[in-house]
């Protein structure tokens, strides 16, 4: 757990972890030169299980996290932030999974989405591992402070935060540890993850999303096919499950998926037949959908490659149908 002036919310995610049902650990906390109470604060506890390096000037996030992975002994690393709340059962299950996976290097688990002023939401994200990647493909899909990672992994290929995805080093971690093992989410709550105004997601939210984007384009250049700015936010808003797209936006979506699956077909980047099917079926309900074009639609979908690659089933493709026809009157 990487702290830098954690103010007020500090004592509650100790105590989180602290307080958990499995006790063989080690807790590193990185004290990144904090100048307000926070390294009093962690010093208060007398907990011998609490590991404290101490970085006498600050170094930033990125740092302390690489300095974090080379100090922990454990067969697994979990992480944790300084202003979130890990359940008391969190690092029980997650070791449990991962004792019974050992393909998989990575987990993380849903998580509560919560402030001091609003009440909390589940955010509950896929949890098989080509789900996983799908959905990497257009934004984060593990929430770093709900993750445990399998250091055997880590050390077997000296893996790191890489300092140039400033505010979007998780990210880019994630997708390159995904080429040497599985990864999962845990179909359950484990951490309350607190939101509020200094969140590096609304506090650094240019350099985050640039950072995104370059994440984005990496596995897109990895699966063999080179997209420009406007063609990945149109493939962003696809993926997002917008339905409000214009016609000439749709024309070029019409040209850049197939083009994305022919590229997968070939690299095998992300399992073939699942991300077809994906791609098919969001295709499929995109035109089915869309709230402006009707005839037009049918037309899309049915001179599509797309449509030989995936099952709508016969209901589905009469309603398409019926749509065209109602419009045609």
């Given at each position: ?77 979990v992480r944790m932030d300084q202003d979130d709340i890990s359940l008391p059962e969190r690092i029980s299950r997650q070791v449990t999974f991962m004792d ?230």
């Amino acid at each position: 757990m990487p702290v830098y002036n954690a103010g007020a919310h500090l004592r509650e995610a100790i105590t989180s972890i602290l307080d958990q049902t499995f006790k063989n650990f080690e807790f590193v906390i990185l004290n990144d030169g904090s100048t307000d109470a926070s390294l009093d604060m962690i010093c208060s506890f007398s907990d011998k299980r609490i590991r404290l390096i101490n970085n006498p000037e600050n170094i930033g996030l990125i740092a302390s996290l690489n300095i974090g992975l080379k100090e922990c002994l454990g067969e697994y690393i979990v992480r944790m932030d300084q202003d979130d709340i890990s359940l008391p059962e969190r690092i029980s299950r997650q070791v449990t999974f991962m004792d019974s996976h050992p393909a998989i290097g990575l987990m993380g688990s849903w998580f509560e989405d919560f402030s001091d002023t609003n009440e909390g939401n589940v955010i509950r994200y896929d949890c098989f591992d080509t789900e996983i990647r799908i959905r990497h493909l257009h934004q984060t899909h593990i929430s770093h402070p709900t993750a445990i990672i399998r250091t055997s992994v880590v050390r077997a290929h000296q893996l790191s935060f890489d300092p140039s995805f400033i505010h979007g080093e998780d990210y880019e971690f994630w997708v390159r540890m995904s080429g040497f093992c599985k990864l999962a989410n845990y179909p359950e709550c484990l951490v309350r993850k607190r939101d509020h105004v200094n969140n590096i997601s609304n506090k650094y939210a240019s350099d985050q999303q640039h950072s995104i984007r370059r994440v984005k384009l990496k596995q897109f250049d990895a699966m063999g096919i080179s997209l420009s700015a406007d063609q990945l936010k149109l493939y962003d808003r696809f993926a997002d499950s917008e339905w409000n797209f214009s016609e000439s936006e749709m024309e070029m979506l019409n040209e850049l998926l197939p083009r994305i699956t022919e590229a997968n077909d070939s690299s095998n980047f992300i399992p073939v037949a699942e991300f077809s099917q994906y791609i098919g079926r969001k295709w499929f309900h995109l035109c089915l959908n869309h709230p402006v074009l009707k005839r037009r639609a049918w037309s899309f979908y049915m001179g599509s490659p797309l449509r030989l690659r995936v099952k709508t089933g016969l209901v589905n493709t009469l309603k398409l149908l019926l749509k065209k026809r109602l419009a045609a009157r």
